[in-house]
T-cell receptor
């Protein structure tokens, strides 16, 4: 699976949009970009995933560049409960179990 | 919506004892994954099962074994426990019929070895 690079930490003011970048310059054509977050010692929580088109759900938006070498997760109106470690993971979508490889992630702190 | 259920939530054992962790996947999910997260570390993949067959294996010690049963629940068996086994153990499940489907995680079992 392709390696991802994320900033180790970011801060964002409550109520503002949080934009979390991820570089995955070696991504292959059949690899999806997944975002998970982990709030202190809880199980990782799935946020969103995409292949090449931008995606939006009730939690966030995912913007993938046209060359697919980077992406941005957008939390439109960050709240204190969004403070967590955010993981960008690239994974091949194949039949059968495909593990997630967690990197260091971005520790996002939402400030009041 | 129903989520992944793990039991027990907390477990305290002594060195050289055995432990069994259980995972009940989301209904209709056919794939189960186990991850280990040591203190201050990121989750690390241990092992996975698809349709009750082991499908992938990560950095799982030989002292650990796991299986998936006919009702799709899974158990992680740990023997000769060591201090270094103290960690959070997460189970995740997914539906692999559509291969890009995300994994959903349980709240984990916190294992402490004294």
């Amino acid at each position: 699976d392709a390696k991802t690079t994320q900033p180790p930490s970011m801060d964002c003011a409550e109520g503002r949009a949080a934009n979390l970048p991820c570089n995955h310059s070696t991504i292959s054509g059949n690899e999806y970009v997944y975002w998970y977050r982990q709030i202190h010692s809880q199980g990782p929580q799935y946020i969103i995933h995409g292949l090449k088109n931008n995606e939006t759900n009730e939690m966030a938006s995912l913007i993938i560049t046209e060359d697919r070498k980077s992406s941005t997760l957008i939390l439109p109106h960050a709240t204190l409960r969004d403070t967590a470690v955010y993981y960008c993971i690239v994974r091949v979508a194949l039949q059968g179990a495909q593990k997630l490889v967690f990197g260091q992630g971005t520790r996002l702190t939402i400030n009041p | 919506a129903a989520g992944v259920i793990q039991s027990p939530r907390h477990l305290i054992k002594e060195k050289r004892e055995t432990a069994t962790l259980k995972c009940y996947p989301i209904p209709r999910h056919d794939t189960v994954y186990w991850y280990q997260q040591g203190p201050g570390q990121d989750p690390q993949f241990l092992i996975s099962f698809y349709e009750k067959m082991q499908s992938d294996k990560g950095s799982i010690p030989d002292r650990f074994s796991a299986q998936q049963f006919s009702d799709y629940h899974s158990e992680l068996n740990m023997s000769s426990l060591e201090l270094g086994d103290s960690a959070l153990y997460f189970c995740a499940s997914s539906l692999q019929g559509r291969s890009n489907q995300p994994q959903h995680f349980g709240d984990g079992t916190r294992l402490s070895i004294l």
